[in-house]
């Protein structure tokens, strides 16, 4: 009994740690080019340690100026990506919390009510099979209209709707897994409609929401495509100051690894902050 | 219903409370995407380019003529194609390892689980310029792909990812289910949370064994969850643009040109936007099409509920 | 569509009502889009007859500092007003510190926005085209995209601007390389921009591995002539093949083959032959026999002698390969010398030689061409707050005195001006033996295709060019393709415009060449 324990659990390790590595080996190679210097960055053969580690990259994402070696030389004169960085703290986590609540909304009135009709999911979800990019010119047009170019809040809205579909269907999945005699039980014991969604039908489908929230938070934290069409000085996201550091020679490949490990870190956190409630816990009893 | 008066409570009679939930994302949809939407129609049945030099409400009228071009384009007939291939592939491959990741997770003990599941979920979070950019330099010819094939295998294993297509296809894929299973697995594995746990523990005590209640229990309610991840990842994957543009801009030639790509070529940098739009709507009505079968075996699924 | 919901009651009328009010809504929405009327659309105007009163100032730079001062006088601008220049990440080190400079003397705030990729400045350009927001007031963007922008109606003709205020850009003794004064700021013959770069293609070889006495000798003993750098394409073919050594890890040469430059080469041949892209009545003149020569010969040297990423590589490829000594001779942007010659990025410090670019023998007489790749051009937008004062800045950047000082700094723009091939400050950046040699290849020099339209004349020929390369098309069927293609094109934008402006450009190819057209027959003039 032992035995078959301890060998199950080492295939158990075995099999995490491989897909660990495998999943992080790209991760590895962009880390470990956020450390090396120019010359090392296209060098042959590749080396995984860098052989002349830097700071460098990193350094000069938010202080450009600073006058230590190669890299700086390249982008003294680059706006550092605080601006970047903080357009993406306020756009993204609004639009995301924006498209969850609308959506959970909706999802709930869908699923319990059949409201707006049998095509209405459907044609939410077309929102998303039309290809972003014979959108943009058209949608600008109409952003220039309302004078939302190059602003927070015309990011806001456009990333909230085109995130709708997801929200929808996601959560909307949630929802019709949680048996309906739950919530018509709770109604009877003269609990109101709304009480109900949010007491006890939204704790069930907390996994659900976490999920979609990160999927959400993903997606538009990692935008680029309307991002650059509808940003110029004011509302630059990360991903568009990402692309911004070329220069004579092709892209800078060292501050581009670094700000991407930079960019991941508010992402990394949330998703570890959401992982206990993709666990489920049964502490929450099903009233019967 | 029952406590409901003529005066009170109407918000909760079926009708006022379903109307009010979805009104918000009705409003915000309408806002925002009518109007640029009515405006893609409009140029698609226009024949505009703005280095023409009349403004795009005073172009001429050219009624169906960029469907029947488009319908007939080598080009854009060659890039659906492909695109779909990729889009099998890549989604195929995703809900496989993806499905056996969140399986092995919710059923497996071990420590430091969100640690770990951090780690899978870690691809989805770098922003895709970063990705492309990570997967071109690893494929190049002097890249460490091939350092590491010749230090196995010697000199003569070196392979020119981005010279063949179906090579390049590859490597396009590979990139693609590295960044997106974790999401895969993200769907899946809270759906395994979020799933009533009183089925199983019934069948257990029956005596059923693993795989029973895995086939007949568990995987049935998951369906609507594995429908919805499948649905969305598909149509994400359908637009794939980012990887293609960055690791080999639809080249050599345009083999490995993806409909997206095409499409940005055509709009920004031939500048024909008359004709992306025609494309892009007949795109759309495909992709409506196809998904409407998916999505049917979903909506049977919930009526039989 | 009228879904009973649970209680039976239809939904049609609510949802009947909420659609009437969003088309509504829609309808009054969909009006603002459409902005006022804006004027008819570029047409060359002809010269005006009655000359324009020329500004005080003895240099250029001056000139431009005293426009602004009037134009404060009378109160067009203020100080403090924002002017924004839309420009590429590469050329942040020329521009930061000049516009820093420049607010200090003038009182203005000129402010630099820039994009990481070439692509993205374009898209840009032309979505401001479309939605006239004034949020640029200056693009710096490739020479042949001005066109495009002209033809969109959003840059403005500068021509009266260059004889009221003289940026010597043509004449004098300040005056810019010709040809390429001509073809980075002509279009139709008004000039709608100023040159601000030199993207003349530079040729550099290993100095050391040609003098060194054994190869010399084994050279003359296969060819009967002595090694020395070639001067004509049929040499340089040769030249290479003799340098390339598989087995030592040297190829004999890179020269793009790949999506966005495979053209460079094979225009450099077909040019020089005395071939030109279109006739006087747009007809492509690729697939005429030089074309097709032109094209066997280069897919002949790159499957031969040159790395597989001259065809799958992208444009930086040349910059990591000569550099690290596995190649023997490559071609790409006058900077790659300065890359070649620097210790921290390169392994051949001190063997790096330059060269003519070789050209073709019509009756004794060598007849070069080098093709002048993308190079940025400096415009103003119809839509800014003060085109004039935005004028007055490019003449001050691109000034003899503040010019040479912003071309020292290490950035994606070169050196333009005839004397400053002579300064020592340039000398320093470049290296002294390169500079002579840029010059000669920079008189030489034509222009991209710089029509309505360029962007897409040059990715479908460099698509089927690159099929070439890679096998997968005989030349003969490419450039057939490509002409089809191309006279698509011309249908859609309008023959007759397309005409005009390609008469008007190839006047602004260099002289000898024209010459050579003439003696073939091709154009009259």
């Known amino acids: 009994m032992h035995k078959r324990t301890w060998v199950s659990g080492l295939i158990r390790w075995g099999i995490v740690l491989a897909i660990s590595v495998l999943t992080l080996t790209p991760v590895v190679w962009v880390l470990s080019l956020s450390f090396k210097p120019p010359q090392e960055w296209l060098a042959y053969p590749p080396t995984l340690i860098p052989r002349q580690p830097t700071l460098e990259n990193y350094l000069v994402l938010f202080w450009p100026g600073n006058p230590v070696g190669v890299v700086s030389e390249m982008v003294r004169t680059a706006e550092p990506v605080t601006r970047a960085f903080i357009n993406s703290l306020i756009i993204v986590p609004i639009s995301t919390a924006l498209s969850i609540i609308i959506g959970f909304l909706a999802a709930y009135g869908i699923s319990r009510f059949r409201a707006g009709g049998n095509f209405l999911p459907f044609s939410v979800l077309t929102t998303r099979m039309f290809p972003p990019i014979a959108f943009a010119v058209p949608l600008l047009v109409y952003y220039r209209s309302l004078g939302l170019i190059d602003t927070h809040l015309g990011l806001i809205l456009m990333y909230t709707t085109f995130t709708l579909a997801f929200s929808l269907w996601m959560i909307k999945g949630f929802i019709d897994s949680v048996p309906r005699h739950i919530e018509e039980a709770a109604i009877l014991d003269g609990a109101s409609r709304w009480r109900v969604m949010f007491t006890i039908t939204l704790p069930l489908i907390r996994g659900g929401l976490a999920a979609a929230a990160l999927f959400v938070f993903i997606m538009n934290w990692t935008e680029f495509l309307f991002a650059l069409i509808f940003t110029s000085r004011f509302a630059v996201t990360l991903p568009v100051q990402v692309s911004r550091y070329a220069g004579a020679v092709g892209r800078y490949y060292g501050p581009q690894a670094a700000l991407g490990i930079v960019a991941s870190i508010p992402v990394l956190v949330a998703g570890y902050m959401i992982q206990r409630y993709l666990v489920r816990a049964f502490t929450f009893g099903l009233v019967k | 219903m029952h406590l409901s008066t003529r005066w009170g409570r109407w918000w909760e009679e079926d009708r006022w409370m379903g109307q009010l939930l979805i009104l918000p994302m009705q409003l915000l949809i309408w806002f925002v995407l009518i109007i640029p939407m009515l405006i893609v129609i409009y140029l698609s049945l226009v024949s505009w380019q703005p280095i023409m030099g009349v403004d795009w409400w005073q172009a001429p009228f050219a009624g169906l003529r960029n469907y029947a071009q488009a319908l007939q384009d080598q080009r854009f007939l060659s890039a659906l194609g492909r695109t779909i291939g990729l889009v099998l592939a890549a989604v195929g491959l995703e809900f496989l390892l993806g499905l056996a990741l969140a399986l092995f997770f919710h059923y497996q003990e071990f420590p430091a689980k969100r640690i770990f599941s951090s780690i899978i979920l870690y691809p989805m979070m770098l922003p895709w310029v970063v990705v492309g950019l990570c997967f071109y330099l690893l494929f190049l010819d002097k890249g460490p792909v091939n350092y590491v094939l010749i230090q196995l295998f010697g000199p003569g294993a070196s392979v020119q990812w981005y010279q063949n297509p179906l090579l390049a296809l590859m490597t396009i894929v590979l990139a693609d289910i590295w960044q997106w299973t974790p999401f895969m697995f993200l769907v899946i594995y809270s759906g395994l949370g979020a799933l009533p746990p009183e089925p199983v523990e019934a069948a257990m005590t029956l005596g059923a064994s693993r795989w029973q209640i895995f086939r007949h229990i568990v995987l049935p309610m998951l369906k609507p969850v594995i429908l919805i991840a499948l649905i969305i990842r598909s149509l994400e994957a359908f637009k794939i643009f980012d990887l293609v543009y960055i690791m080999t801009g639809g080249g050599p030639g345009t083999s490995t040109e993806s409909l997206s790509l095409y499409l940005y070529r055509t709009g920004f940098v031939y500048g024909q936007l008359s004709y992306a739009a025609a494309m892009a709507l007949l795109v759309l009505i495909l992709v409506a099409l196809v998904a409407r079968l998916m999505v049917r075996p979903l909506e049977m699924e919930l009526e039989s509920r | ?525």
Request: hydrophobic share 40%; charged share 25%.
């Open chain 3, 1 to 525: 569509m009228t879904a009973k919901n649970n209680k039976g009651y239809s939904n049609l009328t609510r949802r009947e009502f909420l659609k009437a009010a969003g088309l509504a809504a829609a309808g009054s929405l969909l009006s603002t889009c459409a902005p006022a009327p804006t004027p008819a659309p570029v047409a060359p105007t002809p010269a005006p007859g009655t000359p324009v009163p020329r500004v005080e100032g003895a240099t250029p730079e001056e000139r431009a500092l005293n426009g602004i001062k009037a134009l404060k006088a009378a109160g067009k601008i203020k100080d403090g007003d924002t002017f924004v220049i839309l420009h590429h990440s590469g050329q942040r080190n020329n521009i930061v510190p000049a516009l820093e400079e420049w607010n200090r003397l003038t009182g203005l705030n000129f402010v630099s926005a820039e994009e990481g990729l070439e692509a993205n400045i374009y898209t840009k350009v032309m979505n401001e085209a479309v939605t006239r927001t004034g949020s640029y007031d200056i693009f710096l963007t490739f020479v042949n995209w001005i066109a495009d922008m002209a033809e969109a109606g959003l840059i403005v003709d500068q021509t009266e601007w260059w004889e009221k205020y003289d940026p010597e850009v043509d004449h004098g003794p300040n005056a810019y390389v010709s040809p390429i004064d001509r073809f980075t700021s002509l279009y139709k013959g008004r000039r709608y921009a100023m040159g601000a770069d030199n993207d003349t293609f530079s040729m550099f070889y290993r100095k050391d591995l040609m003098e060194n006495p054994d190869e010399q000798k084994r050279f003359e003993d296969k060819f009967g002539r002595k090694l020395e750098v070639p001067k004509t394409w049929e040499e340089f073919d040769q030249w290479v093949a003799f340098f390339d050594r598989p087995d030592q890890g040297i190829r004999g040469v890179h020269m793009y083959a790949e999506r966005y430059f495979a053209y460079t080469g094979w225009a450099a041949r077909f040019i020089s032959r005395g071939g030109a892209y279109f006739d006087d009545n747009m007809d492509p003149l690729i697939t005429s026999e030089e074309g097709v020569t032109a094209l066997e010969e280069m897919v002949r040297l790159i499957q031969n002698h040159a790395w597989p990423d001259a065809v799958t590589g992208d444009w930086s490829v040349a910059y990591t390969r000569f550099p690290e000594g596995s190649v023997f001779c490559a071609w790409a942007w006058p900077s790659l010398g300065k890359w070649a010659q620097d210790p921290k990025t390169s392994k051949i410090v001190g063997k790096v030689g330059a060269m003519e670019i070789p050209g073709t023998m019509h009756d004794g007489e060598l007849i070069r061409a080098v093709p002048h790749v993308v190079g940025w051009s400096f415009s103003i937008s119809r839509y800014s707050k003060s085109p004039e004062a935005c004028y007055c800045f490019i003449q001050w950047f691109c000034g003899p005195k503040t010019g040479l000082d912003a071309i020292a700094r290490v950035g994606t723009l070169d050196i333009f001006r005839q004397p400053w091939f002579n300064e020592p400050k340039m000398k320093e950046a470049y290296g002294a033996e390169f500079l002579p040699v840029l010059l000669a290849n920079s008189k030489n020099a034509f222009p991209d295709i710089s029509l309505r339209g360029a962007n897409e004349y040059l990715d479908k020929l460099n698509l089927h060019l690159q099929q070439a390369f890679a096998g997968q098309k005989k030349p003969e069927q490419a450039l057939k393709d490509a002409a089809d293609e191309w006279q698509k094109i011309t249908d859609r934008l309008g023959r007759l415009s397309q005409i005009e402006a390609w008469r008007q450009e190839r006047k602004n190819y260099p002289e000898p060449i024209q010459r050579l057209w003439r003696k073939k027959g091709l154009f009259k003039d």
